[in-house]
């Protein structure tokens, strides 16, 4: 009888020797004899144990890490094949702390299942939701969005059913389901995660929203760095058709919706839905005007449906477990759960999905076990690089989006970055400056020109010249890219600015009476 065995082919285990270690076990298993069968699974997320083995046992999956090539005999020589104690084990993998208290919705599935196998996909629930949006009106599964509460995860959170419902009620004779994977912000990995580790639920996710709004075609608009999400993607897209889950007849319904992949042009502001709409257009990534919008008017001019990967993962826990089901985790106007990215100096680094209202300082500590140098934790940065520096004063503010807006920040894709207390914050204050500067499409003044000023600014307060006139100077342009920007890259780099002023004006050469007079 052989012995199954699962070893993640996740971005982030190849990155540290996943693949030595599958040939590893395969080469020992063959020299001892053994039977076994490895899977090459999604992550389970605790990227600090990857490369991450588990082992299929009749008291559940029991795992191993992070293994090295070297470490596999001695595991052989363990019984590892039968949960054996070894100084790499860490029990029953459902049990382990980390994973045993999350809420997991979107990632269900992740680390359990074969990413490629479609049998493996509908055994643990895969295409209810798809089944249940064919049988149901366009009107009422808007309704059934709109009343799940679910708000876009791509960072803007605007509500989803309205997006939708915009794009059901305008007529036209093409419409569009776009898949924003072009996920550039620092820290994040849940989207690439998904792609690589359950594509299925993403196609599911875009397949219900085709036949939803009436749109027959979609792209999955993949971020140019991420290579194996696209071999993932394509692989089941075509097992997809394959099955009759796409193409002119989906699921025997009918309805046609065709999906395909487009690879990112490797743009930060291509993450912005006009941007990429206009790279997918074959055209330079620039951002559009507004009005019109891109429900109404998107792609190639059509009624388009812009969602990240993790909202259309989110739809199909909508559609086969209800609006209910899905609005009862959360809290005030944030609803679900948030798939949360702990990265930069911590301990545990890794996924965490969470229902809304969960603080920082349970995710900090709780999960990433604090920082990685063990010395105190000064800030963290949520929601990417245009994200304010949250101080540990504000830790246990509960991951809402209305009450991290009132504190002047943002959840954004749920990443967090975190920084010890050695870092200086004028630095990074400089760096967000220079960052939006960098990757500005230059369409529009306050962004293009005014981030450049805004570095020049901060070094001559970093350098000690007249810090009171040129702090004054920095926060009238912040307000102005704030304000007159086109879109989220120059409106909401002032967010890591002002909020690196505010909370830690010492590594300005300022002090806080200072900075309370300025203002």
């Given at each position: 009888?052989?012995?199954?065995?699962?070893?993640?082919?996740?971005?982030?285990?190849?990155?540290?020797?996943?693949?030595?270690?599958?040939?590893?076990?395969?080469?020992?298993?063959?020299?001892?004899?053994?039977?076994?069968?490895?899977?090459?699974?999604?992550?389970?997320?605790?990227?600090?144990?990857?490369?991450?083995?588990?082992?299929?046992?009749?008291?559940?999956?029991?795992?191993?890490?992070?293994?090295?090539?070297?470490?596999?005999?001695?595991?052989?020589?363990?019984?590892?094949?039968?949960?054996?104690?070894?100084?790499?084990?860490?029990?029953?993998?459902?049990?382990?702390?980390?994973?045993?208290?999350?809420?997991?919705?979107?990632?269900?599935?992740?680390?359990?299942?074969?990413?490629?196998?479609?049998?493996?996909?509908?055994?643990?629930?895969?295409?209810?939701?798809?089944?249940?949006?064919?049988?149901?009106?366009?009107?009422?599964?808007?309704?059934?969005?709109?009343?799940?509460?679910?708000?876009?995860?791509?960072?803007?959170?605007?509500?989803?059913?309205?997006?939708?419902?915009?794009?059901?009620?305008?007529?036209?004779?093409?419409?569009?389901?776009?898949?924003?994977?072009?996920?550039?912000?620092?820290?994040?990995?849940?989207?690439?995660?998904?792609?690589?580790?359950?594509?299925?639920?993403?196609?599911?996710?875009?397949?219900?929203?085709?036949?939803?709004?009436?749109?027959?075609?979609?792209?999955?608009?993949?971020?140019?760095?991420?290579?194996?999400?696209?071999?993932?993607?394509?692989?089941?897209?075509?097992?997809?058709?394959?099955?009759?889950?796409?193409?002119?007849?989906?699921?025997?319904?009918?309805?046609?919706?065709?999906?395909?992949?487009?690879?990112?042009?490797?743009?930060?502001?291509?993450?912005?839905?006009?941007?990429?709409?206009?790279?997918?257009?074959?055209?330079?990534?620039?951002?559009?005007?507004?009005?019109?919008?891109?429900?109404?008017?998107?792609?190639?001019?059509?009624?388009?449906?812009?969602?990240?990967?993790?909202?259309?993962?989110?739809?199909?826990?909508?559609?086969?477990?209800?609006?209910?089901?899905?609005?009862?985790?959360?809290?005030?106007?944030?609803?679900?759960?948030?798939?949360?990215?702990?990265?930069?100096?911590?301990?545990?680094?890794?996924?965490?999905?969470?229902?809304?209202?969960?603080?920082?300082?349970?995710?900090?500590?709780?999960?990433?076990?604090?920082?990685?140098?063990?010395?105190?934790?000064?800030?963290?940065?949520?929601?990417?690089?245009?994200?304010?520096?949250?101080?540990?004063?504000?830790?246990?503010?509960?991951?809402?989006?209305?009450?991290?807006?009132?504190?002047?920040?943002?959840?954004?894709?749920?990443?967090?970055?975190?920084?010890?207390?050695t870092v200086d914050m004028a630095h990074m204050a400089r760096y967000a400056m220079e960052f939006c500067a960098i990757e500005s499409c230059g369409k529009c003044t306050p962004c293009r020109i005014g981030s450049t000023r805004g570095v020049e600014t901060i070094d001559k307060i970093i350098a000690g010249r007249e810090r009171g006139a040129q702090t004054k100077l920095l926060e009238d342009l912040c307000e102005t890219m704030l304000h007159g920007s086109l879109c989220a890259l120059g409106?909401?780099?002032?967010?890591?600015?002002?909020?690196?002023?505010?909370?830690?004006?010492?590594?300005?050469?300022?002090?806080?009476?200072?900075?309370?007079?300025?203002?």
């Amino acid at each position: 009888m052989s012995t199954k065995l699962f070893v993640p082919r996740d971005s982030s285990a190849l990155s540290v020797g996943a693949e030595a270690v599958a040939n590893a076990i395969a080469l020992e298993a063959a020299r001892r004899g053994e039977a076994v069968t490895i899977v090459r699974n999604g992550s389970r997320g605790m990227m600090w144990l990857e490369p991450l083995v588990e082992v299929e046992t009749g008291d559940g999956r029991v795992g191993y890490g992070p293994v090295a090539p070297a470490d596999v005999p001695g595991l052989f020589n363990a019984g590892f094949l039968s949960g054996g104690a070894h100084r790499l084990a860490i029990g029953q993998v459902e049990q382990h702390p980390y994973l045993a208290q999350q809420d997991r919705l979107c990632f269900a599935r992740m680390g359990i299942t074969d990413p490629l196998s479609l049998d493996d996909y509908r055994a643990h629930g895969g295409l209810k939701g798809l089944q249940r949006a064919l049988s149901a009106s366009g009107a009422d599964a808007v309704a059934m969005v709109t009343a799940s509460g679910l708000r876009g995860r791509g960072g803007a959170a605007f509500p989803t059913g309205i997006k939708w419902k915009t794009v059901l009620d305008t007529a036209a004779d093409q419409k569009y389901i776009v898949c924003n994977a072009d996920e550039g912000d620092s820290g994040t990995f849940s989207d690439r995660m998904t792609m690589e580790g359950d594509p299925f639920v993403l196609i599911e996710g875009m397949a219900i929203a085709g036949v939803v709004t009436g749109a027959t075609r979609g792209f999955i608009y993949n971020r140019s760095e991420y290579p194996h999400a696209e071999r993932a993607l394509i692989a089941a897209i075509a097992s997809a058709y394959a099955a009759g889950i796409l193409g002119a007849n989906v699921l025997g319904s009918g309805k046609r919706f065709d999906l395909e992949v487009r690879r990112g042009a490797g743009a930060y502001i291509c993450g912005e839905e006009t941007s990429l709409l206009e790279s997918l257009e074959g055209k330079r990534g620039t951002v559009r005007f507004k009005p019109p919008v891109p429900a109404v008017s998107g792609l190639f001019g059509k009624p388009t449906v812009v969602n990240n990967v993790i909202t259309f993962s989110s739809i199909t826990i909508i559609f086969e477990r209800g609006a209910d089901f899905y609005r009862d985790y959360g809290m005030g106007r944030s609803r679900g759960t948030l798939p949360i990215q702990l990265a930069g100096n911590i301990k545990r680094g890794g996924l965490v999905e969470k229902a809304f209202g969960v603080t920082l300082r349970e995710l900090l500590y709780d999960y990433g076990g604090g920082s990685a140098t063990g010395r105190p934790i000064r800030a963290v940065q949520v929601g990417g690089p245009l994200g304010a520096y949250v101080p540990a004063s504000q830790f246990d503010t509960p991951l809402d989006y209305e009450a991290f807006a009132t504190m002047g920040a943002m959840v954004g894709h749920g990443g967090i970055v975190v920084f010890d207390d050695t870092v200086d914050m004028a630095h990074m204050a400089r760096y967000a400056m220079e960052f939006c500067a960098i990757e500005s499409c230059g369409k529009c003044t306050p962004c293009r020109i005014g981030s450049t000023r805004g570095v020049e600014t901060i070094d001559k307060i970093i350098a000690g010249r007249e810090r009171g006139a040129q702090t004054k100077l920095l926060e009238d342009l912040c307000e102005t890219m704030l304000h007159g920007s086109l879109c989220a890259l120059g409106g909401m780099t002032p967010f890591p600015v002002l909020s690196a002023l505010k909370h830690f004006p010492e590594d300005f050469g300022l002090d806080r009476a200072g900075i309370a007079a300025a203002a």
